[in-house]
């Protein structure tokens, strides 16, 4: 017979049991979180001010930029409180909102760096047709399908986690709420339930994947045809870390949501859920903008506007 237990609640395992290490890890994601807010909101910041910058690649860059924010503000702010106040318990209730907004924010950035893909193909392959085709319109019902989509498959996703108690254990062997952990002491009943999300989820992230790696053969193929090699240069040094973004984030997605369970916690797991978790928002403001030179030069006029402004005041 199935011991189906009520769980009122969780324990999240922290990466050390030692209070030194643990307080050494709080202060560096306490560090990490910082560094990534300030970059991300800088380049929302000048995608929402600066008019030059009014494009549809920095529309689905601030896109992107506000769910980088968004997902990684769901797990670190909670390791932080509990490191700091020695407590690693975490409410059923908050934990489905944990699993409810992550997933939400992970299936929203996949569907948005699809439609990146897609406008980068325009730009390479249709430049001609590019203003038509990626009108503002078009920008906004790509981005609200991104979001609704993303917030659909999260809520469908947390419901079938938490469809029926769970039977086992209370323990999670991650910092945040992470499926591998809750699969393994759901009862059996709900596992067909959760399997159908699983399955919803890969065939969203394979027609993601699907989709950018033939709007990249054909922006290759039509790079490769620049008759000059600074041309071709400058074309794939802007593509290609879209690619390795993409490709390093669903990688370590899928193995975070979609991986079957250990019976033992993996040193290796809550490693790739780092990178997961924190890794892509760090990455995103240097690849995409602040490696941009009209980023910079956003930059420069928004510092000149503020302390310009200020000197004539004075």
Known sequence: MTNVTLVAGFLLVGFSDIQELQILYEVLFLMIYVAILMSNL???????????????????????????????????????????????SISTLGCAFQLLFMTSFAAGEVLVLTAMSYDHYVAICCPLNYEVTMNVGACVLMAGVSWSIGGLFGALYTAGTFFMPFCG??????????VSSLLRISCPETLLVVYTSIGIGICLGMSSFICIVISYVYIFSTVLKIPTLKGQSKA????FPHLIVFTLFIITACFVYFKPSPNLPSVIDRLLSVIYTVVPPILNPIIYSLRSKDMKQALMRLLHKTFGHQSHSI
Do not use: A, H
């Open 236 to 239: 794939f040094s802007t593509r």
């Open 169 to 178: 254990s209370n323990v999670i062997p991650q910092f945040f709420c992470e």
């Open 42 to 88: 800088l380049i929302i910041t000048l995608t929402t001010l600066d008019l030059q910058l009014q494009t549809p690649m920095y529309f689905f860059l601030k896109n992107l930029f506000f769910l980088d924010v968004f997902l990684v503000s769901v797990p670190i702010p909670k390791f932080i409180v509990n490191s700091l106040t020695y407590n690693n």
